[in-house]
């Protein structure tokens, strides 16, 4: 079967965060721009899910709509599959996304005051739900070495030791830096955290999109102490381009900890589910595993073509090359470490919306988030314009 992940699909009009031009005149400052930023793919999602969706959009009642047996079959046999987890029914909750989940866990497990650990440059929502909710970041910031980031143990170690450190918000795979973390670097995080109490949210939104030559492990799958301290967190969402139907699967081990996890839900009165966000999902994880396989060949192959082309034609701006997910974290430093004008030379000169280094923390200035989960043509032409402001910018600068 032959996938098109090339023909340029027109997003006008579909109220799409990532292309309308009001948005991108509030949030960069103009409106004609090419969009490569949020995370959401400029792809049609597998055609069994849009077939799904359209059946059930015909039938043309949306009324209240309950979770049944197949649907967590639905997950059950995915996560089986395509990581050799056997999750049981009960660990499964519903939440409507992520990121209100980490929301609800920091509700859930802290106190006003107490601590979370994120590792920055992060996902910028991490730090907002933690401040949002009372809490206090602790960052345990990622060490770079000019190509690569790993973890600071020593000073992850120290931070858990605090008693007021309930949790930690691990990114696996990491976004924005794109690595799929070891064997080893998780058993070391679980070891610690379970050494000091903390309990692990392992975000692991991404773990379907890994790119050739790494593997991925859940976290909770690495042993059965570590799937008792941590809460896994997947969805369909980005594999297969679902974040609109607003579906996640929060998958708890550890009874205690679901139950409290269950009664903030409860409190909220979070249970209701969009009808089409569960036909979706069921077909994605039933009928969509083909078209994940031929998407993950189109990203690496955009993943080579951006390598090739910035060393040919912009050796100043460093990709670093993402392990996994359709983001890559783009070091500007040999061009600027100003912000201001590194964003106006993306933002406002070449007319390219990229998610800013800083919006992931401090450790983030001086870099840009890519999102290359685009037909290769808009890829091409993102780096044509950037490639033609910074030249400019450097050539001026030199003279
Ligand atoms: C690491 C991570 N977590 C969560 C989300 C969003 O999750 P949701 O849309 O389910 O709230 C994203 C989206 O980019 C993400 O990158």
Request: with cysteine.
């Amino acid at each position: 079967m032959q996938y098109d992940f090339d023909t340029v699909i027109n997003r006008e009009h579909t109220d799409a965060l990532k292309w309308e031009p009001c948005i991108l005149r509030d949030k960069f400052g103009e409106k004609d721009m090419l969009p490569l930023w949020v995370a959401d793919m400029d792809f049609k999602a597998p055609q069994p899910v849009i077939d799904a969706i359209v059946k059930r959009a015909e039938h043309g009642i949306y009324g209240y709509t309950i979770r049944l047996k197949d649907y967590y079959d639905a997950i059950m046999e995915w996560t089986e599959k395509r990581h050799h987890w056997n999750v049981k029914k009960e660990w499964i909750v519903f939440t409507p996304g992520i990121v209100p989940a980490v929301n609800y866990m920091i509700q859930a497990y802290c106190l006003a005051g107490d601590k979370v650990m994120i590792q920055t440059p992060v996902y910028y929502p991490f730090g907002k739900a933690i401040a949002n909710n009372g809490c206090q970041v602790v960052d345990n910031a990622l060490l770079y070495d000019g190509r690569n980031y790993t973890i600071d143990f020593d000073d992850f170690e120290k931070k858990a030791r605090d008693p007021r450190l309930k949790l930690f918000i691990l990114c696996s795979p990491h976004n924005p830096i794109g690595r799929v973390w070891t064997k080893e670097e998780l058993t070391r995080i679980g070891e610690i955290c379970i050494a000091n109490n903390v309990i692990v949210v392992a975000d692991e939104i991404h773990h379907d999109l890994i790119l050739e030559g790494h593997t991925h492990h859940v976290f909770a799958n690495i042993s059965k102490d570590l799937a008792k301290q941590s809460i896994i967190c997947t969805a369909p969402s980005k594999t297969f381009n679902l974040a609109g139907l607003n579906t996640s699967n929060i998958i708890i081990p550890n009874k205690e900890l679901r139950i409290r996890y269950e009664q903030v839900l409860e409190n909220n009165s979070i249970w209701g589910q969009n009808p089409m966000s569960i036909d979706g999902m069921k077909a994605a994880y039933r009928e969509g595993e083909p078209w994940l396989d031929a998407l993950l060949l189109y990203l690496e192959e955009n993943v080579r073509f951006m390598d090739n082309y910035l060393k040919d034609n912009l050796p100043c701006v460093k990709l670093i090359r993402p392990q996994a997910t359709y983001l890559a974290w783009l070091d500007f430093t040999e061009v600027t470490t100003d912000d201001t004008l590194l964003e106006k030379l993306i933002f406002h000169d070449a007319k390219v919306a990229l998610d800013g280094g800083t919006w992931f923390g401090e450790t983030g200035s001086g870099f840009m988030r890519i999102n290359f989960a685009c037909p290769r043509r808009i890829l091409q032409e993102a780096l044509e314009r950037i490639t033609k402001s910074v030249s400019e910018y450097c050539q001026a600068s030199r003279e």
